[in-house]
């Protein structure tokens, strides 16, 4: 009942304008269900029959937004930590491989279905405040997702614009040719994303070979001129009183160079599509787990002698100036190298590369985003149920994406900030997550292991919070934007009937099938706590005498026990139980009157007969009834039931009716 089902050949038979807007609405809608991880993205879950891939093909399909950062990550580290970009670069390496890959290990391990570490802190914390937790992780996730769709997306216009072979037209021409890759990457989801890991383990394979030929050539032309290390080492030295100020500075100023850890997030929402073993089950996928954590190991230490061998290479083969803004270095370091001393044609080959992964990034990343939001803000009734299709989405972020290239002007150095932040805080959210899951079992060591990388990630935060606002900034607006639209749309759908499915067991089914035989079903709304013979016998008088039930007409007693009312739907299963002589009916769920109104129209459709649900008015004031009603999922119960019958039912005939007394 909370779901929807579009059936793309359903069209309004009318003919004209009418028919066309059905069509679009159709085309837009296509794949809309419960079912929120089955988009045609990379990410999406398989079908059941679906046996996955091995893990070194998914590495690549995460690895187009891990691997795809060496086109930027150089030159923005030169740009941030100067001649220390090697020594700041082995500081990150060692937090990738002693902290970031450790962390996400355990990830995989608790959530191998692709959730990744916001639905840890979404079990850790209870009721309203894993909600909301929930929803300012997903505005930091929605920050790197959208970032690295529009960074990837500039760098890859820095790359066509600085080709020598590039025609003097575009010259400057960073932000529109940056609108249209992200228009580009918009139409490929529009239209069906499919073969992505194909795609991408070519793209993979045919990038780093070569950024091998390019970072090989870089080592021989240093070590055939070893006076260029001695220039570089005599720069250091000049620059800085001492070894120890080198690592103090190459400290203070690494976490500028944080977005070279952005691939674990994906890697860990990628996991569906890892093929595991034949003896996995959903409750324990042994195989699946252990090949993801091979994928997340093997991409963190190519990924680290990349990144070692990139930094050493271009802080010593170019000169520091070229990596300002404006620069012929500045956001393509390698490719740089790659038409210095590999000629016009392979550095031209190598834009071509570069170009094709940065912008494959930015569909992964999309990806990634098309996977959370489906997953979290419909199933908390926080989005339209639209928001379960591709299509409508895909149309959002790609606005959102136009409008933060704008804001930056398609600059790869403006929007590192805002990167860096919403990886961060991701990662920082899954190091809390695996401190708090070690330290429930008892784990002491791994819980002092994880709380140390936990209160690194911390510093890097804040050291880079500081350092660049920006990116506290955008996330800000997304967290607030997904805020006051998720409670809008909470308080918006309140009244919808909530319950996706509702079911008998054996005695209910047999209470209700001997109360249908003598008429309609009526049905006594009542308190849940334990009640006396006496207090069932006081409540059945009153209703009868106050609502004029006929006196020998079979009654029910329909009880709601409130489970979470931060849910927003579930499925409901009614109990029957006979105490004190009287029959009732049990059910939990998140809110009352949805319950109820739930219960009822099941019955009707049961008996066949519009069943009579009594009800007593409650006192209090009426505005305080509905903040309890919005909040907490009982208030003022007969009301809000009938406003949520009339909505799910338009004929009064066929409407179950609802009698205060």
Known sequence: MTGAQVDPTESAES??????????????????????????????????????????????LTGVDYFSTLGYQPGIAALAAGLLSPLATVVLIGLTLLGALPVYRRVAHESPHGEGSIAML????????????????????????????????????????????????????????????????????????????????????????????????????????????????????????????????????????????SGFETGVAVMPQVKGDPTDTWEKPTGRIRETRKLLTTAAVIMSGFLLLSSLATTILIPQSAFKTGGPANGRALAYLAHEHLGQVFGTFYDVSTIAILWFAGASALAGLLNLVPRYLPRYGMAPEWTRAVRPLVLVFMVTAVLITLWFHASVDAQSGAYATGVLVLMLSAAFASTVTVHKRGHRKATLGFGTITAVFAYTLVANVIE??????????????????????????????????????????????????SGPLRLIANEPQEHSRREYR???????????????????????????????????????????????????????????????????????????????????????????FLVFGDGEVAPVTREVLRRAEPDPERRPRVHVG
């Open 15 to 60: 003919g004209g304008p009418e028919s066309a807007a059905e069509r679009c609405r159709a085309w837009l809608l296509e794949g809309l269900s419960e079912q929120s991880a089955r988009h045609p993205g990379p990410h999406a879950r398989p079908n059941p029959e679906h046996e996955g891939h091995r893990w070194w093909r998914v590495m690549c």
């Open 122 to 261: 979404e079990r850790l914390l209870p009721w309203w405040s894993g909600k909301i937790f929930v929803l300012v992780l997903l505005g930091f996730a929605a920050t790197d997702f959208m970032i690295t769709v529009t960074l990837s997306a500039a760098d890859a216009a820095a790359h066509v614009v600085e080709n020598p072979f590039a025609p003097g037209w575009m010259h400057g021409g960073n932000t529109w040719i940056t609108l249209v890759l992200v228009g580009a990457l918009g139409a490929v989801f529009l239209k069906g994303f499919r073969e992505a890991i194909g795609i991408a383990v070519v793209l993979v394979g045919l990038y780093l070979t070569l950024n091998v030929v390019v970072l090989a050539v870089s080592a021989w032309e240093v070590l055939s001129h070893p006076v260029k290390i001695g220039d570089w080492t005599d720069a250091m030295t000049a620059a800085h009183s001492s070894p120890l100020a080198m690592v103090g500075v190459a400290l203070f100023v690494f976490p500028k160079l944080a977005l070279g850890m």
């Open 468 to 517: 660049r606002p920006d990116g506290i900034k955008i996330a800000g607006i997304f967290i607030v934007l997904i805020l006051a639209t998720s409670f809008g749309s909470r308080i918006h759908r309140a009244f919808e009937l909530r319950a996706a499915e509702v079911t008998f067991d054996d005695t209910a089914a047999r209470f209700i099938d001997e109360a249908a035989r």
């Open 538 to 628: 006081a409540k059945e008088y009153s209703q009868r005498e106050e609502t004029h039930i006929p006196d020998r007409g079979p009654v029910l007693f329909l009880e709601v026990l409130l489970h979470d009312s931060s849910d927003f739907s579930a499925d409901i299963t009614v109990h029957g139980e006979e105490k004190y002589g009287v029959r009732r009916l049990r059910v939990v769920g998140p809110t009352v009157p949805n319950a109820i109104a739930a219960v009822l129209l099941s019955l009707r459709d049961r008996t066949g007969k519009v069943p009579h649900a009594y009800f007593t008015w409650t006192e209090g004031n009426p505005v305080s009834h509905l903040i309890r």
